[in-house]
């Protein structure tokens, strides 16, 4: 009886091992962007392709910013605010009022290097630019 409860529970953590090594259900990546006059304090990462992404993205500027990008192309996305998710299609990009923060889940489908701007009149050429390298 010792026996068979040894291997039970020896098939047991095979089974966990398998399903955390199996890539079925992969941790997202976690990423944080903080926005203000005139910049991304990250303007530069790197992301695994076909992996979900969470990405947070806080205004701590005075004005209204945006994050627009080619990196939501092509797959479906989450848009959360507030406690209110949106999901969809071709998400371009997200806008930000003065020292709100939004989360947006996704999964990058192309790899390569991909720029993000705040597409406001006159934001980008003041410095608001950046781009993701997608492994
Ligand atoms: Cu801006």
Redesign the pocket.
Known sequence: MKRMILVFSAIILLLIIHRSSNGADPMPQALRVE?N??RFTMDRFSLEGERPVVLTLVNN?K????FASDLFAGGDAEVELDGVIVGGKQIEEVELAPGKSVKVTFTPQKKGKVDFI???PG??E?G?IGSVSVR
């Open positions: 926005i006059e005139f500027g004005m209204q910013h945006e705040c597409d406001l934001h980008r003041k608001m």
